[in-house]
């Protein structure tokens, strides 16, 4: 199983960014898949996650109105939409996966098996 993360790079505050994740090795609408993020000196902290389908997604609090996840099985990728970026989203976005079976509406970084290598994205005031 490989997740590939891309998309990040330095942004000004208020622009957009979407971010991919690309999958192999894996069935891929057998799992869930989750964004998490890590910033210098802090605990990785979860963003969003989407179902199997993509038809149910959840957010953190700072995420919500600002992040869009999505997936797209035909091509097993998984996206996630930044608008409105601020300095404080700066940090390395990591794609995270786990069978759908063991999904729970999973928040913890514990609750998911299989991790990207990341993505930095660096968000300029």
């Known amino acids: 199983v490989q997740l590939v993360e891309s998309g990040g790079r330095l942004v000004q505050a208020g622009d957009s960014l979407r971010l991919s994740c690309a999958a192999s090795g894996m069935t891929f609408p057998n799992y869930a898949v989750a964004w998490f993020r890590q910033a210098p000196g802090k605990e990785r902290e979860f963003v969003a996650a989407?179902?199997?389908?993509?038809?149910?997604?959840i957010y953190a609090d700072d995420a919500k109105g600002r992040f869009t996840i999505s997936r797209n099985n035909a091509n097993s990728t998984a996206h996630l939409q930044m608008t409105n970026l601020k300095p404080g989203d700066t940090a390395v976005y990591y794609c995270?996966?786990?069978?759908?079976?063991?999904?729970?509406?999973?928040?913890?970084?514990?609750?998911?098996?299989?991790w990207g290598q990341g993505t930095h994205v660096t968000v300029s005031s």
């Open positions: 989407v179902n199997w389908g993509g038809g149910h997604t």
């Open positions: 995270a996966a786990v069978i759908i079976s063991h999904w729970r509406n999973s928040r913890t970084p514990g609750e998911y098996d299989y």
